[in-house]
């Protein structure tokens, strides 16, 4: 190369190094309870910011620990016609619904050869008290498919010790592919509109092809259905931790 | 709609209600409406000026008051009458209040019998023969005519209707959110009239409200949240049994 002055070109020292510092990263996606993201839809969203306000309101008074489906949950609630007056349900989390005050979980147990399930309120001042046992995520968001699975998948012990967890790290993924009855079963798990990966199907080859006729490639092309959250899902989270500070 | 808790943990569903910028229209004396009792007209939630004519702008200018969407008229007694231009706000009902709530139900357009009436129409097979969901016989042979008012299908939904005897639960005086019990007729975001009960039941209810209603510019200094008795406040402990 050849400069214009005649002089030797202007030492330019080498790029620095860009380090990518994975602990931030961590930081980031933090955790956000699904029931604060607002449903798409056309409710004014002063609705959602009042409700929002209770919700952060009896979060300051009473302690709802992270937890996501598959996690084993000890749920104890004021009971009016119990000798104590209390009752503490273990079970795992197989489902998570509703938005805002009325969002839900479903946890189920094998108690004495009877499969039980019970829905409970998460901002219902009934209960005292929610641990979590085994953190543990599954492969999938609803794991229904344990009523049609062999029972021993859903049993858990009702005096388990609460598994201790590991500071901080990551939430364990268990990737157990879980064995079913003999069909019939509730709903047909093996059609690929519930995109199931947890569990083993032994059904013969033919069976797997003809579910796949009821796919819907799609689907996941259709832009309408849409819903990027990232954004609102940002504020909330900064709502949220300004007033849980103070 | 939100979940309401009370003190002995149940739940109850209740529906929010915002007063958005509600004035004062106009006073019509008794005798200038020919009715029972004196009339005020109260205008609701504000909207542009632009998409009417400048001569139905005249109650508004009285007022001093901009465009509102829908205008009602409140009967009332003499000594309730108020000030035209005087705005209204969620604490005029207090929370223990019983309510009526009216709005157009939400329009479902032309409907067949079994939907606007509940006929039971008829079964799906057994030889029927293009006849499911019709209304079967209209009359008898000896009437000799169909009678007036007879239920037939036509245009459903898109009516004022009322639903009576709704607690209110909680009133919010910093966004003026009235929280009341139940359902209430009409879709999301649409525009509705609030009125003391007129139930016998619920006639001596009210205790002491603020009449003949909230001025904002008054002593009165309310708390930002205004709640029932019975109601679980998320500012207690949880629930416990004795």
Known sequence: RVSSDG?????????????????????????????????????????????????????????????YVGHVLAVTTAEPRASDKSKRFVGICIQRGGKGLGATFVLRNVIEDQGVEICYELYSPRIQAIEVLKLEKRLDENLMYLRDALPEYSTFDVNMKPV??????????????????????????????????????????????????????????????????????????????????? | MMPIWTKSGEKHAVTLLKVQDCHVLRYVSKEESGGKTAKLLVGGKNVSPFSKPESAHEIFKEAGVPRKQKVTTFN?????????????????????????VTAKTIGKGFQGVVKRWGFKGQPASHGQTKTHRRPGAISTNKAAKVYRGKKMPGKMGNIYRTSFGLKVWRINTKHDIIYVNGSVPGHTNCLVKVR???????????????????????????????????????????????
């Open chain 2, 76 to 100: 009332v007694t003499d000594d309730a009458i108020i000030k035209p231009g005087t705005p209204l706000y969620a604490a005029h009902f207090r929370p223990g209040q019983f309510v009526d």
């Open chain 1, 7 to 67: 002089k030797p070109p202007k030492f330019q020292p080498p790029p620095k190094p860009v380090i990518i510092d994975r602990k931030t990263r961590k930081e980031e996606t933090r955790f956000l309870s699904p029931e604060f993201i607002p449903p798409r839809g056309r409710t004014d969203s002063l609705k959602y910011y009042i409700e929002r306000k209770d919700m952060i309101q009896r979060r300051k008074v009473f302690n709802i620990p992270e937890f």
């Open chain 2, 196 to 242: 003391d009960s007129k139930l016998p039941t619920y006639k001596d209810c009210n205790k002491n409200p603020p009449f003949p209603t909230f001025f904002a510019d008054g002593d009165e200094e309310l708390p930002e949240d205004l709640f029932d008795e019975e109601i679980f406040q998320f500012t207690d402990p949880s629930v416990k049994f004795a």
């Open chain 1, 164 to 246: 201790p967890r590991m500071a901080h790290e990551e939430i364990p993924v268990n990737k157990l592919q879980v064995r079913m009855k003999p069909k019939p079963w509730s709903k047909r798990w093996e059609r690929p509109k519930y995109n199931i990966k947890g569990i083993k199907f032994e059904l013969p080859e033919h069976k797997m092809k003809a579910a796949q006729k009821w796919s819907q490639p799609w689907l996941e092309f259709d832009m309408l259905r849409e819903y990027d959250t990232s954004k609102i899902e940002e504020k909330i989270r900064k709502e949220l931790s300004e007033e849980l500070e103070k």
